[in-house]
């Protein structure tokens, strides 16, 4: 028992020993390899150390080139607005110095002409005193006051002045004659020769011509019913005489006797008269006169060549067919006007589309809606600018009869073609009374100036002539009664075309041989 303890106590402490030999020889080994590793490491430490700091190095080294590079070029920022303010402050004084140098030379010129104000102050209290005396001198010497030889010096000079300005208007009237008149007349001529006319005379009575005395017994009515049903409708006096197969249809509005001559055509041809059909057919005549009305307008546009019109302004033109003036159809004559328009100014080197439209719209005032209270020239004016046309041609309508000034040179010419179509004979009549009394007025105004011995007023008044007495009016003054009696007639009187005032001074020396 003992041994075995002995030999379990042996192999126990034999393990024991074995054990810690093991442990110690381990404990040395993870002793080697601690410090390899810890060698290593410090190895890789120090290389790793050597790569931070040439890293940090080179970022420092691109840091400080990059850094150099933006200081230098703030300086040299900096050193160009250096440059450009020693550059202006360089300028600046330049400019100071001439400011200084005219200021200098503004004070001695002043100073100068201070200088020369006080010596021809002087000088002026001296010749203004020389004046006096000689004044002096010169009315003890002519027996005259300083006003009476004024006087008579005005006088002699006025007179002196009156027959040079007189000889001298001559001279230029005769002149401009010479270098105007022809190409005047040629450019008149060609634009009359180049239009055509046509004489239209509206009347104030329409005929309709009836097929038969039955036919004018339907239309009377029992009692009279259609015809007092037409008239009330379409405001037109319907006249039945004795003249057959005839009813005049009177009325100052041309429309509405168009509107009663065509009522009355449509109920003949249906044979139904009675009043309400009568009311039926007036309206639906009304609507197509209307209609007319606008076709009209539309066609005249189209036929002269004019676009962008209102049409407000289309229908009025329409309008114009059945107005007339003077006895001469509206539409007829502003279509003349306008290709006389447009046919001058195209002579003259002006645009023809404004002139022509100019010309067509010129009387448009005469055929409102409502009829105001202004001349027709101005009223017309004012609706161009109301529905927008071009100054010019709102100019040259309202100046046409020199109510308002002329501003373009549309104005003239639409003005002297408005003349030269209404004095083309033939195109307007005017009754016996006043033709009458034109020419007594004519007479009247012209024996009212001094001198004058007998006045004829011939060609229907487009001529006046004026024999004054050779005695008592000299070939000036007849030359200025001449100029002063045409201005007199043309703002005292309104007339188509053109009146011709011719003044005669004429001196006869008659013998006798015996």
Do not use: W
């Not at 390899?36 to 040439?54: R, S």
């Not at 840091?63 to 250096?82: D, I, L, P, S």
């Not at 002409?113 to 004046?131: D, P, W």
């Amino acid at each position: 028992m003992n041994i075995l303890i002995g030999i379990i106590i042996g192999v126990v402490g034999g393990l024991g020993v074995g054990i810690a030999l093991s442990a110690t020889k381990l404990r040395s080994t993870l002793e080697k390899k601690s410090l390899q590793v810890l060698k290593e490491a410090e190895e890789k430490g120090e290389i790793m150390k050597k790569e931070k700091i040439l890293q940090a190095k080179e970022k420092f080294l691109q840091m400080k080139g990059e850094h150099e590079k933006q200081v230098q070029e703030r300086n040299n920022k900096v050193m160009q607005a250096e440059n450009k303010i020693k550059q202006k402050e360089q300028a600046l004084n330049q400019k100071v110095e001439e400011l200084q140098k005219k200021s200098n030379e503004f004070l001695a010129a002043k100073e100068n002409l201070s200088k020369q104000a006080e010596k021809l102050q002087v000088r002026q209290q001296e010749v203004e005193k020389a004046y006096r005396d000689s004044i002096e001198k010169l009315e003890q010497v002519a027996g005259l006051s300083t006003e009476g030889a004024k006087a008579q010096l005005i006088e002699s000079l006025t007179e002196e002045a009156k027959n040079d300005a007189a000889n001298k208007i001559m001279e230029i009237v005769e002149e401009a004659k010479l270098t105007a008149n022809q190409q005047a007349k040629k450019i008149v001529i060609e634009s009359i020769q180049r239009t055509a006319t046509e004489n239209a005379i509206e009347n104030t009575v329409s005929v309709f011509n009836l097929e038969s005395e039955e036919v004018k017994g339907r239309i009377i009515g029992r009692e009279g019913r259609n015809i007092r049903t037409l008239e009330s409708l379409t405001g037109v006096e319907v006249i039945i005489d004795d003249s057959p197969d005839a009813i005049l249809l009177s009325c100052f509005d041309p429309v509405r006797r168009e509107v009663a001559r065509l009522s009355l055509h449509k109920l003949v041809t249906d044979g139904r008269i009675h009043p309400a059909r009568i009311e039926e057919v007036v309206a639906k005549t009304k609507k197509q006169i209307e209609q007319e009305v606008i076709e009209t307008g539309k066609r005249t546009c189209i036929d002269l060549g004019i676009v962008n019109m209102h049409h407000e302004l289309i229908r009025m033109i329409g309008k114009m067919k059945y107005r007339s003036s003077y006895g001469q159809n509206l539409l007829q004559h502003s279509r003349e006007v306008a290709n006389l328009c447009a046919t001058m100014a195209s002579e003259l080197g002006l645009n023809p589309k404004i002139a022509k439209r100019a010309g067509l719209l010129h009387d448009i005032g005469k055929v409102p809606d409502n009829e105001p209270e202004l001349p027709h020239a101005i009223h017309g004016m004012k609706l161009a600018e109301k529905f927008k046309e071009k100054a010019e041609i709102s100019n040259a309508i309202g100046s046409h009869h020199d109510e308002i000034e002329m501003q373009s040179l549309y104005a003239p010419i639409v003005q002297v073609c408005d003349a030269i179509s209404g004095a083309r004979p033939g195109a307007r009549r005017e009754v016996v009374e006043a033709y009458i009394n034109r020419l007594n007025k004519l007479e009247e105004m012209a024996m009212s100036y001094p001198g004058v011995v007998k006045t004829y007023a011939i060609q229907a008044g487009r001529e006046l002539r004026v024999i004054v007495s050779a005695e008592k009016v000299s070939d000036a003054e007849a030359n200025q009664i001449s100029m002063s009696l045409s201005k007199k007639i043309q703002n005292e009187m309104v007339f188509p075309g053109m009146i011709k005032v011719t003044v005669i001074r004429e001196t006869r020396a008659v013998n006798y041989a015996k």
